[in-house]
C-alpha cells in the first residue's frame, strides 16, 4: 500500500533528512548510521538499477571489494576503482561523483578528502559504513561530457 505524501509532509519529511544528516556523527564514516536510515540506503539497495543509454561513454571498473553475488564485507573496507576512457575522450577526474541510497545523497567530498581522483581512479583503503544494506552511484564524465555510471551494492556485516 502506497502513502500520498503532500507537498507539506515532504517539505517536512526533507527538513528531518537534513536534519539528521546535521547530526550524522563521527566526520569519519563515509556513511552514519542515521543517514542510512534518513536517506534510505536499504531501500536504495534493493531498488531495480537505472536503465543506461548504450552510447560511446567511458567505463567504471569496480575491483575492490571484488564482486560477488551476495557482496558482503566488513567495515572499514577498501574501495579501489579504475576509469577507462575511450579513445577520443580523455577521463575528467573533476567530475566525478559518489552518491549514496536511493535519494542519491552527494557523498563525493567525503571520499575527495582522503583521496586523490585521478583519470585512472582511485583507491580508500577504510571506508566506515554501518551494518546494513548500501548503495553507492558512481559517476565519471570524459572531455566531451558523455557520463558513465556504475552502481557498488555491499552489504555490511
Known sequence: MKKLITLAGFTTVLACSFEAHAQAGPKDWLISPAEALSFQGEAGF????????RAVTPLIDIIKPEPVA????????????LFKA??????????FKIM?????????SRITKFVKVTPAGFSLDNAQ???GKHRLTLQIQDE????????LRVEVE
Open 46 to 53: 534493493n531498488e531495480q538499477p537505472a536503465l543506461r543509454a
Open 100 to 108: 549514496y541510497g536511493a535519494m542519491k545523497f552527494d557523498i563525493t
Open 70 to 81: 551476495d557482496l558482503k564485507v566488513k567495515a572499514p573496507f577498501s574501495i579501489a576503482v
Open 86 to 95: 575511450q579513445s577520443d575522450a580523455a577521463i575528467d577526474p573533476g567530475t
Open 144 to 151: 566531451k561530457q558523455r557520463v558513465a555510471e556504475r552502481e
Open 129 to 131: 559504513i554501518p551494518a
